[in-house]
């Protein structure tokens, strides 16, 4: 069985360096985007509460 020559190795090596750093970044974009979601979740909640409260003055009669 013959060994392969440094030469024929290092492509693959570089290769499989890029791949893995390329889903390195892509697992930390989606972190990212679930961060996001997740404040833009909590925004939503902030907005209906708001606005569930706005509506119960309206219903007693205390807001326009």
């Known amino acids: ?3 392969a020559s440094p030469r024929s190795i290092a492509p693959l ?3 499989l360096a890029a791949s893995g750093l ?7 974009g989606c ?3 679930q961060e996001t979601a997740a404040k833009k979740q909590a ?3 902030r ?6 409260k706005r509506q119960q ?3 007693k009669g205390g807001e326009r």
């Open 57 to 59: 003055r309206r219903a």
């Open 43 to 45: 925004e939503s909640k």
């Open 31 to 33: 972190a990212t985007t």
């Open 47 to 52: 907005i209906l509460e708001a606005r569930e």
């Open 22 to 28: 390329l889903l390195l970044g892509g697992l930390s």
């Open 1 to 3: 069985m013959r060994s």
């Open 13 to 15: 090596l570089a290769l």
